[in-house]
């Protein structure tokens, strides 16, 4: 099978812009991956929970949507966002957590992650 002339020559995950680990892309921005803990004595990230998401600890309680209010502020102070650009898209009532950061490029936010843990 010929290659297209200005193909990419890597791996499909690179060519499509797609960036591994947390973060990745979407028609809307980026997409991050949280494991989020409530009730901690204060709000913080922690790391990598595994390969694809981040630890984050929450000192609100997961009650009437405070937890998700504070995860949404909390994040978007880290990346330096508008906090209306930050919503919790799947995993409202979980710990297991889908946050998008509207109109933000993956890359983007995998560079803060980036320099933030290691």
Known sequence: MARRKGAC???AVSCAGVVEGPVRGSKNGALLNLKVSPR???TSLEGMH???ALKLRVAAPPVDGRA????????AGVFEVSASSVEVVRGASGRDKTVLFRGVEPVDIQRRISAMIH
């Open 68 to 75: 998700n209010a504070e995860i949404e502020k909390f994040l």
């Open 50 to 52: 595994g390969d694809d």
């Open 9 to 11: 020559q890597g791996p």
């Open 40 to 42: 901690a004595k204060s």
